[in-house]
């Protein structure tokens, strides 16, 4: 008495699926059948001819012949009914959702035209008919008929290959923030489920493949051709600007297709800002300088003029790497692009005055950061929240004092972070087996550490602290994790030129090229610490791409950069519709570009995680060129000395403005050369004088 109006209808996927001696029993049936549906009884099966098990034809729709119905009439003389029809892959998805009225008494047929699908085998098919009135039920349909209408293989494959890989496409784009990459998750078992039968239809499709590869890169990716260098264009100068070109494309279809006028992306303003982490870099070296600019600036606006800060906090009471995302990252990629803005320094400022509410001298007299835990109101001084935790985001919150102390030198901003340095680096510890480590927490106020490891954000602080004071002990930690064959993994995430600032150019420099032999083995080269988002490759190639640079940084064989350059383009242009038209969740999606900035800028100016920038110079250009006129290299970057290569791929010769950046301020000696033979030296002197230089001077080069 108590049915619902709702009647489901299975049509088996076929009549052969039996056990000996149970015929025409429940037994007969697939268990699948009974556990979706609680068929209860079931008759016997005749021994004709009935599945679409292999059938070459694909299912265009179902025809339904409705009995006169029973039932009184709810909406005037009317009978409302609905119609699900169930993708026989996912129940829960349905292929047509079809809701209309009848007259009751009146025999209908019904033509379902559902998107063509070429039916799994071992599936049945499942559909459910709702009606409007308590009356309705099992017996109101006491004669209908279902027929199953199939078309032509090949037509039918176009729309369900569409369909599968539309699905396998939106539903990545939900589940790749956190990637479930077990069937036991119910997303990640839909995108496998729909997948496998895209591959069953059509094995060669491309975009799935890219998908199929993203998630097991250890099959490796489809095979790439890559563009072809013109004959009289070194390899390496032409894979560099294709390279650039590919980064050009990514941004502008973020800021062309998903920017609006107050400036959001659409992910949610916090995650906004993690898309665009690598944006100023791209402008500092000739892309889309205006754009990008306006771009970023009126994102950072939109912090603001949303409330999400409080005195220079977030509003918001979250955790420590939330806290930064609150529009904390947005500032310095602000500051790169319009340096010394008023606005920006003001909002910089600000945020930089907030760390003194949330740092604190612990019992033992250090300085730490109090929690993990907090807002531009409240902090939790709960034992669960008061903490740092050295290996995991704490430290992403002091990106804009390092930024200031960086500007003009703030004393009271640059003492804290200092005693902030000193209490980290009280913190290092031997442990039992000989070497030196961090702890990987620290407890506040108590000071107790526990765990052991850092991550990039501590490694980038400590690089600043030693970059203000050339104090030799901000860098043991550095030192600890390559003398106990870390394999120099740490200095992938520090943006400046380490091996030459710190005179390694023959050490670790040498050491770091015998682990690329001849050009690219990997297989000597651990796991990495960290992966950066968009970037789901084995960590060991994000190793070896950087590793090939300081390679030919150490001989000078552009052969690694070839390689290198050739590697990130491939990788880049296989995801790039991923990362763009997929619409994917925007904190992951990315772009390989590291060594790129080393190469064109000296050092990395900004990517995330990486706090301290670490360029030496920046270019523009006069129009008509434009940032990929001109590939460039910079063998050599510190802070008194730079050596840059220039290659122009135009047919006119092209003006770039050199500014200056992590420069001694002073005279320097400027010569230029033609360099006639492509290699490092140069054949002609051009050009000889002292040009003064600092922080922000130009230099026009031709």
Same mark, same amino acid.
């Given at each position: 008495?108590?049915?619902?109006?709702?009647?489901?209808?299975?049509?088996?996927?076929?009549?052969?699926?039996?056990?000996?001696?149970?015929?025409?029993?429940?037994?007969?049936?697939?268990?699948?059948?009974?556990?979706?549906?609680?068929?209860?009884?079931?008759?016997?099966?005749?021994?004709?001819?009935?599945?679409?098990?292999?059938?070459?034809?694909?299912?265009?729709?179902?025809?339904?012949?409705?009995?006169?119905?029973?039932?009184?009439?709810?909406?005037?003389?009317?009978?409302?009914?609905?119609?699900?029809?169930?993708?026989?892959?996912?129940?829960?998805?349905?292929?047509?959702?079809?809701?209309?009225?009848?007259?009751?008494?009146?025999?209908?047929?019904?033509?379902?035209?559902?998107?063509?699908?070429?039916?799994?085998?071992?599936?049945?098919?499942?559909?459910?008919?709702?009606?409007?009135?308590?009356?309705?039920?099992?017996?109101?349909?006491?004669?209908?008929?279902?027929?199953?209408?199939?078309?032509?293989?090949?037509?039918?494959?176009?729309?369900?290959?569409?369909?599968?890989?539309?699905?396998?496409?939106?539903?990545?784009?939900?589940?790749?923030?956190?990637?479930?990459?077990?069937?036991?998750?119910?997303?990640?078992?839909?995108?496998?489920?729909?997948?496998?039968?895209?591959?069953?239809?059509?094995?060669?499709?491309?975009?799935?493949?890219?998908?199929?590869?993203?998630?097991?890169?250890?099959?490796?990716?489809?095979?790439?051709?890559?563009?072809?260098?013109?004959?009289?264009?070194?390899?390496?100068?032409?894979?560099?600007?294709?390279?650039?070109?590919?980064?050009?494309?990514?941004?502008?279809?973020?800021?062309?297709?998903?920017?609006?006028?107050?400036?959001?992306?659409?992910?949610?303003?916090?995650?906004?800002?993690?898309?665009?982490?690598?944006?100023?870099?791209?402008? %500092?070296?000739?892309?889309?300088?205006?754009? +990008?600019? &306006?771009?970023?600036?009126?994102?950072?606006?939109? @912090? =603001?003029?949303? #409330?999400?800060?409080?005195?220079?906090?977030?509003?918001?009471?979250?955790?420590?790497?939330?806290?930064?995302?609150?529009?904390?990252?947005?500032?310095?990629?602000?500051?790169?692009?319009?340096?010394?803005?008023?606005?920006?320094?003001?909002?910089?400022?600000?945020?930089?005055?907030?760390?003194?509410?949330?740092?604190?001298?612990?019992?033992?007299?250090?300085?730490?950061?109090?929690?993990?835990?907090?807002?531009?109101?409240?902090?939790?001084?709960?034992?669960?929240?008061?903490?740092?935790?050295?290996?995991?985001?704490?430290?992403?919150?002091?990106?804009?004092?390092?930024?200031?102390?960086?500007?003009?030198?703030?004393?009271?901003?640059?003492?804290? %972070?200092?005693?902030?340095?000193?209490?980290? +680096?009280? &913190?290092?510890?031997?442990?039992?087996?000989?070497? @030196? =480590?961090?702890? #990987?927490?620290?407890?506040?106020?108590?000071g107790e550490g526990q765990g052991r490891g850092y991550g990039a954000d501590a490694a980038n602080f400590l690089w600043a602290a030693w970059r203000?004071?050339?104090?030799?002990?901000?860098?043991?930690?550095?030192?600890?994790?390559?003398?106990?064959?870390?394999?120099?993994?740490?200095?992938?995430?520090?943006?400046?030129?380490?091996?030459?600032?710190?005179?390694?150019?023959?050490?670790?420099?040498?050491?770091?090229?015998?682990?690329?032999?001849?050009?690219?083995?990997?297989?000597?080269?651990?796991?990495?610490?960290?992966?950066?988002?968009?970037?789901?490759?084995?960590?060991?190639?994000?190793?070896?791409?950087?590793?090939?640079?300081?390679?030919?940084?150490?001989?000078?064989?552009?052969?690694?950069?070839?390689?290198?350059?050739?590697?990130?383009?491939?990788?880049?242009?296989?995801?790039?519709?991923?990362?763009?038209?997929?619409?994917?969740?925007?904190?992951?999606?990315?772009?390989?570009?590291?060594?790129?900035?080393?190469?064109?800028?000296?050092?990395?100016?900004?990517?995330?995680?990486?706090?301290?920038?670490?360029?030496?110079?920046?270019?523009?250009?006069?129009?008509?060129?434009?940032?990929?006129?001109?590939?460039?290299?910079?063998?050599?970057?510190?802070?008194?000395?730079?050596?840059?290569?220039?290659?122009?791929?135009?047919?006119?010769?092209?003006?770039?403005?050199?500014?200056?950046?992590?420069?001694?301020?002073?005279?320097?000696?400027?010569?230029?050369?033609?360099?006639?033979?492509?290699?490092?030296?140069?054949?002609?002197?051009?050009?000889?004088?002292?040009?003064?230089?600092?922080?922000?001077?130009?230099?026009?080069?031709?």
């Amino acid at each position: 008495e108590n049915a619902l109006p709702l009647v489901h209808i299975l049509i088996p996927f076929e009549f052969r699926v039996e056990r000996a001696g149970t015929y025409g029993t429940r037994e007969s049936v697939t268990t699948e059948f009974f556990e979706l549906f609680r068929f209860q009884t079931y008759e016997a099966f005749t021994s004709h001819s009935y599945t679409w098990e292999n059938l070459y034809g694909g299912l265009e729709g179902i025809a339904i012949d409705l009995p006169a119905l029973n039932v009184k009439p709810t909406h005037g003389e009317y009978f409302p009914l609905n119609i699900q029809l169930k993708d026989p892959l996912w129940p829960d998805r349905n292929l047509l959702d079809f809701t209309f009225s009848v007259k009751p008494g009146e025999a209908k047929t019904l033509w379902l035209d559902t998107r063509d699908r070429i039916l799994p085998n071992g599936h049945s098919f499942y559909l459910t008919i709702a009606g409007a009135g308590s009356d309705f039920g099992p017996e109101s349909l006491e004669g209908v008929q279902v027929r199953l209408v199939f078309k032509d293989y090949q037509r039918a494959t176009v729309e369900h290959e569409l369909d599968r890989f539309t699905q396998v496409r939106d539903n990545v784009g939900n589940f790749v923030e956190w990637g479930p990459n077990k069937k036991k998750f119910k997303l990640y078992d839909r995108y496998s489920r729909d997948i496998t039968d895209l591959f069953r239809v059509n094995p060669h499709h491309e975009r799935a493949r890219h998908y199929w590869s993203y998630f097991n890169p250890e099959q490796g990716w489809l095979r790439f051709q890559q563009p072809k260098a013109p004959a009289d264009v070194p390899l390496w100068a032409f894979r560099q600007v294709e390279l650039l070109k590919l980064m050009k494309q990514f941004i502008n279809w973020w800021i062309d297709e998903r920017q609006i006028e107050n400036g959001e992306f659409g992910g949610g303003l916090s995650d906004d800002g993690d898309l665009t982490h690598l944006w100023p870099a791209a402008a %500092l070296m000739g892309i889309e300088p205006e754009k +990008i600019t &306006h771009s970023i600036h009126i994102l950072m606006d939109a @912090y =603001y003029d949303n #409330g999400m800060f409080t005195d220079g906090l977030n509003t918001i009471f979250t955790d420590q790497l939330h806290t930064y995302e609150e529009g904390i990252q947005v500032q310095p990629q602000a500051m790169l692009l319009e340096y010394g803005d008023p606005k920006i320094v003001e909002r910089i400022m600000e945020t930089a005055k907030a760390l003194e509410r949330i740092t604190g001298i612990d019992e033992l007299g250090h300085r730490h950061i109090r929690s993990k835990y907090f807002s531009g109101t409240r902090i939790s001084e709960d034992p669960v929240w008061a903490r740092s935790l050295t290996n995991f985001f704490s430290y992403l919150i002091l990106h804009p004092g390092q930024v200031l102390v960086e500007y003009n030198g703030h004393p009271m901003v640059k003492r804290l %972070l200092l005693e902030l340095a000193d209490g980290l +680096i009280a &913190h290092r510890r031997q442990h039992d087996d000989g070497n @030196y =480590y961090l702890p #990987g927490e620290i407890l506040f106020p108590s000071g107790e550490g526990q765990g052991r490891g850092y991550g990039a954000d501590a490694a980038n602080f400590l690089w600043a602290a030693w970059r203000w004071t050339g104090d030799e002990k901000y860098l043991l930690p550095i030192y600890d994790e390559n003398n106990q064959g870390e394999e120099f993994e740490v200095l992938r995430f520090i943006g400046a030129n380490v091996i030459d600032l710190l005179e390694k150019h023959e050490s670790w420099g040498r050491s770091i090229t015998s682990l690329l032999s001849p050009i690219d083995r990997v297989d000597r080269l651990k796991p990495a610490m960290f992966t950066f988002p968009g970037d789901r490759v084995p960590n060991s190639v994000n190793r070896r791409n950087s590793f090939r640079h300081v390679a030919w940084q150490v001989t000078g064989n552009k052969d690694f950069l070839d390689s290198s350059y050739a590697d990130q383009i491939r990788a880049i242009a296989q995801r790039m519709s991923m990362f763009t038209e997929d619409h994917w969740w925007i904190d992951q999606v990315g772009f390989p570009g590291l060594e790129i900035q080393r190469a064109r800028l000296g050092g990395v100016a900004a990517f995330r995680m990486i706090t301290y920038p670490g360029h030496t110079v920046s270019w523009k250009f006069k129009a008509p060129a434009t940032g990929e006129s001109v590939a460039i290299l910079m063998p050599e970057a510190t802070t008194q000395a730079v050596k840059i290569i220039a290659f122009n791929l135009e047919d006119a010769p092209v003006t770039a403005i050199m500014t200056a950046w992590d420069l001694e301020p002073g005279i320097w000696d400027l010569t230029v050369g033609i360099d006639s033979d492509a290699d490092d030296g140069a054949n002609r002197i051009t050009r000889r004088e002292a040009v003064p230089l600092e922080r922000t001077k130009e230099l026009e080069l031709v």
